[in-house]
């Protein structure tokens, strides 16, 4: 049992930056691969950054490599999503994931979702 409640989304302009982030309960956060998704309306869930239970491998979309870092402290139970050089296709809303498992990009392969946090950048 896990509880994710995402934070940091908001408005931001072309080229700058935002810190999006994940606080989850229960006890069981440091056996967890964590992952971030965006969708946007009319478009699939797609996994943008993961992140290995003891946060040695990373994985990102080949969108956002280079200008996003996800990254975790499990002792604090939180993950961050570090977004810098937005762009206006980075406009989605924003979901924090939890997996039993390895990194996957597949949705269903998640146990538990956050609320969602909105990401708008402006050109």
């Known amino acids: 049992q896990v509880q994710l409640v995402e934070s940091g989304g908001g408005l931001v302009q072309a080229g700058g930056s935002l810190r999006l982030s994940c606080a989850a309960s229960g006890r069981t956060f440091s056996s967890i691969a964590m992952g971030w998704f965006r969708q946007v309306p009319g478009q699939e869930r797609e996994l943008v950054a993961a992140?290995?239970?003891?946060?040695?491998?990373?994985y990102y979309a080949d969108s956002v490599k280079g200008r996003f870092t996800i990254s975790r402290d499990n002792a604090k139970n939180t993950v961050w999503l570090q977004m810098n050089s937005l762009k206006a296709e980075d406009t989605a809303v924003y979901y924090c994931?939890?997996?039993?498992?390895?990194?996957?990009?597949?949705?269903?392969?998640?146990?538990?979702w956050g609320q969602g946090t909105q990401v708008t950048v402006s050109s």
């Open positions: 992140i290995s239970s003891g946060g040695t491998r990373t």
């Open positions: 994931a939890a997996n039993y498992g390895n990194i996957v990009a597949m949705p269903s392969a998640y146990d538990y």
